[in-house]
């Protein structure tokens, strides 16, 4: 498995959703927990071992380092129920990061990324600890994108742009994906904090209402300056 530039999150490291999605499509169950271990290395060969004979768990690995694991997860909580497509919109539009963004080149929620590069999500506020952002997708997404896309409205739900954090650990199952030039709700929830550890929830809705996919996720906080070292 190689992991392309286009799709980082930090500078020189994956995007954590998009690599959980990669994975996951190696494991042969509904839901997926993918832990992320050490930031995944771009434009590198990368190995996947599966870790059972049922195909129930996989490892990813850049030489001996292990990058990822994937196992069957379960979600324990309800989906976020989701806002109006406008509503989704107007929220966007509170989307504070062109001068703050952690990680303004991240493929999902970048700023700096040129339209039809990045997904270009922009989580805003809709209520207390939690966001919506509208994705219309130009393409039939593959599976990995979904992951992609339920991922950064998690953090966002935190207000990562004050403390930054990183995807650690994400449960995800994807329903099915959303037809080109759908219009798409991303939902994103605050659930707790415990020290540099928050616990977030995302959900996907496509134009009809219909539940997408949905996410539990646990991000960490990090020092921008020091992280992947």
């Known amino acids: 498995m190689i992991i392309d530039e286009r799709f980082h999150g930090p500078d020189g490291s994956g995007n954590g959703g998009y690599v959980a999605g990669r994975l996951a499509g190696r494991v042969l169950i509904d839901t ?8 995944p290395p771009l434009d590198t060969e990368l190995t996947v071992t ?5 195909g129930h768990s996989a490892r990813l690995w ?3 380092r292990l990058i990822a694991e994937a196992l069957a997860g379960a979600i324990v909580v309800p989906p976020i129920a989701p806002v109006p497509f406008e509503r989704a919109v107007e929220a966007a539009e509170k989307f504070r990061t062109q001068e703050n963004h952690p990680f303004p080149g991240c493929f ?4 700096d990324r040129e339209p039809g590069d990045g997904l270009r999500l922009e989580p805003g506020p ?3 600890g939690t966001v919506a952002a509208p994705w219309v997708p130009e393409r039939v997404p593959e599976r990995e994108l979904v992951w992609a896309a339920l991922d950064c409205p998690g953090g966002w739900s935190f207000d990562v742009a004050g403390r930054p954090a990183v995807l650690g650990t994400m449960t995800a199952q994807v329903m099915d994906v959303p037809e080109a030039g759908e219009r798409c709700v991303v939902m994103g ?3 707790s ?11 996907l809705y496509g134009a009809d209402g219909r539940l ?3 996410a539990e996720q646990i991000w960490i906080e990090i020092d921008p300056e020091v992280f992947g070292r």
Request: aromatic share 0%.
């Open 62 to 64: 850049d030489g001996d």
């Open 193 to 203: 904090r415990e020290d540099r550890k928050m616990h977030a929830a995302t959900a």
């Open 126 to 128: 809709v209520g207390e």
């Open 212 to 214: 997408l996919g949905r």
């Open 50 to 54: 599966t870790e059972d004979e049922r």
């Open 108 to 111: 999902v929620c970048g700023p």
């Open 32 to 39: 997926v927990t993918v832990a992320l271990r050490q930031p």
């Open 189 to 191: 929830r605050a659930r």
